[in-house]
Nanobody, 128 residues
Framework: QAQLVESGGGLVQAGGSLRLSCAAS????????MAWFRQAPGAEREFVAA????????YYADSVSGRFTISTDNAKNTVYLLMNSLKPEDTALYYC?????????????????????WGQGTQVTVSS
């Protein structure tokens, strides 16, 4: 059974850093896009970043570009999200997701509908 398990969330002061992890198991996701989304209370789920397992392709939402870095460890089947210079507006439940189809370099995977497997989420809270 395919499973994505996030970890690494917590409470941090503004300006601090956190690294989220997403361990994938039960299915070969090696050709699928992987992404992080987040959802703040009362808000819709929003795209944060996406990456290919080859590591050669990644992109970010404008709101996190330059502060967050998405990466993969293929040997561990794990996707990471390194978050630096955190702001209170980054407070949200962060979800890891795996794409429904294999990676295509001509498509930008930014929509929830493109992802078929989701983790349970890990809470990130940034205090001012």
């Amino acid at each position: 059974q395919a499973q994505l398990v996030e970890s690494g969330g917590g409470l941090v002061q503004a300006g601090g850093s956190l690294r989220l992890s997403c361990a994938a198991s039960g299915r070969d996701f090696s050709r699928h896009p992987m992404a992080w989304f987040r959802q703040a209370p009362g808000a819709e789920r929003e795209f944060v970043a996406a990456v290919s397992w080859s590591g050669g392709n990644s992109y970010y939402a404008d709101s996190v570009s330059g502060r967050f870095t998405i990466s993969t460890d293929n040997a561990k089947n794990t996707v990471y999200l390194l978050m630096n210079s955190l702001k209170p507006e980054d407070t949200a439940l962060y979800y890891c997701a795996a794409g429904l189809t294999t990676w295509s370099g001509s498509y930008y995977y930014r929509h929830s509908r493109d992802f078929g497997w989701w983790g349970q989420g890990t809470q990130v809270t940034v205090s001012s």
